[in-house]
């Protein structure tokens, strides 16, 4: 595994837990960071309240896929 592909397997480790609520201080500590300033840089990134937010958009029904319908 590279060095870049290492990179973006824990880019995304903290990302998917931000996202699922863990706190920032423990990501910190799962990651080995040794400042909080270095795990802030994946907050951008991780936010369930945006995503949330989204969901509510009216403009996911539109874009919903639509059931195949099965001729009899």
């Not at 931000?18 to 802030?40: K, M």
Request: hydrophobic share 40%.
């Amino acid at each position: 595994m590279s060095i870049h592909s290492l990179h973006q397997f824990r880019h995304t480790c903290a990302s998917d837990l931000l996202e699922a609520g863990v706190h920032l201080a423990q990501v910190q500590r799962i990651l080995g960071h040794s400042g909080i300033s270095t795990t802030v840089r994946y907050v951008h990134i991780a936010d369930p309240q945006r995503r949330e937010a989204m969901k509510l958009h009216p403009l996911n029904e539109w874009l919903a896929p639509q059931p195949l319908e099965v001729a009899a």
